[in-house]
């Protein structure tokens, strides 16, 4: 064990402390049949939370962590200090980047045999403490080689690199019994047209993800590959911009039905979306896979990635997940970091504890408006219309058959309120 939360304990539910403990989040509460801890699958991002060193666009690293070096050493006790706080915070699950959890060699298999051993210590430490892997990923963003893409680059030796990384990462996954395997392409887009033959990166894009579906058959990779919508940053124009886009291109390359969305609470505010609408719409093409939940600042136009702590909008997520039969072999991953003002390391505690707490509060709360049918039952109403013989009817016939329709019955529609106030009245009776 090492020193460096400071004889912190694993956190209790305790509604009357006044340390650190769970206030909501009481993981064996049963809620609609099941234990929260089952509903919200917490997970905590290796990134944010031991690899990132505090800067900002304007200035660089203020946290000062014992495991900062590009060591192996290093690596080994950052690994050791995650695990301590997996138990603190007795989430079930982590997750991470490659680049997270190794020193870069010098080389592809230098970096590979580094990652590896990582690899191996997560293995017993998992064994050791019940912790399990979420999901795994490749950071194919970070490092220059990157700067043009990784599937789509004009460089055939990156898109090479990029397919032998993934391959060891999938490989790594599998080996950790991991639930899910993301792809987040940082920047699979462009920055100008100028120098970009779109037709082509997106064919690229379509065949490197094609391969990786085929790898997890051939390996018998049991979970789910999942591909992150992001917009805008750190690319101008991305290829997987949000629900929709990605949809299209599952559809065009066949792969619909072999990948789904990790939904990112934070991206969705940058598509121009609410986090709701990205999760109903994952939800209704069913490609709703995992979440990662965050917020941004809703006064700046860049991705923030800071814990939640809106009910409202966190309810609001859980409730589409709640209607979509949950999040199956997904989870609730913190894709958040630290203010690079918060120095101490119990800040990382109390920072995932009031995370989870919101997330508790929101899923219970919409687990009750389900329960009630505050929402559905007016919503039913609503279309009530079209659950008649003579509407359904209408969707087979055609445009001189309905229009005959209309003006035999010289009926003139009257609108009807949608009532989007009272609907926001219930909404806050149960945050």
């Known amino acids: 064990m090492s020193d460096f939360f400071g004889g912190i304990a694993p956190l209790a539910f305790d509604p009357d402390a006044e340390g650190l403990a769970f206030r909501h989040y009481d993981p064996q509460e049963i809620v609609m049949g099941k234990r929260l801890s089952e509903h919200l699958r917490f997970a905590v991002a290796y990134w944010h ?8 666009p304007f200035g660089g690293q203020t946290f000062d962590r014992p495991w900062w070096g590009d060591t192996m050493e ?19 699950f982590f997750c991470w980047h490659d680049a997270d959890i190794r020193p870069e060699g010098a080389s592809f298999a230098e970096s590979r045999r580094n990652f590896e051993e990582i690899v191996a210590v997560f293995e017993e430490k998992m064994a050791a403490t019940g912790v399990r ?22 460089d055939p030796d990156v898109f090479a690199w990029s397919a032998a990384t993934v391959k060891t990462c999938l490989d790594a996954t599998h080996r950790l019994n991991g639930e ?6 940082g920047r699979e887009g462009y920055e100008t047209l100028l120098n970009t033959d779109m037709g082509r990166e997106l064919e690229q894009m379509g065949r490197f993800l094609s391969m990786v579906v085929e790898y997890k058959h051939k390996i018998g990779f049991p979970g789910q590959i ?8 750190p690319t101008k124009h991305q290829y997987d911009y949000d629900v929709a886009t990605v949809y299209g291109f599952l559809r065009r390359f ?5 990948v789904k969305v990790n939904i990112e609470q934070g991206h969705a505010i940058l598509a121009g979306h609410s986090f709701e609408h990205e999760l109903a719409l994952a939800r209704e093409l069913g490609i709703l896979g995992s979440i990662d939940m965050n917020r941004n600042d809703y006064q700046s136009g860049w991705d923030t990635d800071q814990f939640p702590n809106n009910v409202p909008e966190v309810t609001l997520a859980y409730y589409e997940i709640l209607k979509a039969g949950g999040l199956g072999r997904g989870g609730t991953n913190f894709d958040a970091k630290l203010r690079r003002q918060s120095l101490d390391p119990s800040d990382l505690i109390a920072a995932h504890a009031g995370a989870m707490d919101v997330c508790a509060r929101g899923l219970k709360a919409a687990a009750r408006m ?4 505050a929402l559905e039952g007016p919503r039913r109403a609503r279309y ?4 008649t013989p003579e509407a359904q009817a209408m969707l087979d016939s055609d445009l001189d058959s309905i229009a005959a329709r209309v003006e035999a019955d010289g009926v003139d529609p009257r609108p009807r309120s949608g009532q989007q106030e009272k609907l926001e009245a219930i909404v806050n009776r149960y945050v």
Do not use: C
């Open 49 to 56: 939370s031991f690899a990132w060193p505090g800067g900002d």
């Open 74 to 92: 290093a690596a080994r006790l950052k690994a050791e200090i995650a695990f301590e706080m997996f138990e603190i915070l007795g989430v079930p």
């Open 133 to 154: 892997l979420l999901w795994g990923t490749a950071n194919l963003f970070s490092h220059r080689r990157f700067m043009s893409g990784a599937a789509t680059n004009p």
């Open 180 to 185: 899910n395997y993301v792809l987040w392409g």
């Open 226 to 233: 999942l591909i992150e919508p992001k917009p805008q940053e």
């Open 254 to 258: 066949g792969l619909e039905d072999e």
């Open 370 to 373: 389900l329960e009630d049918d």
């Open 384 to 387: 009530a219309g079209w659950e």
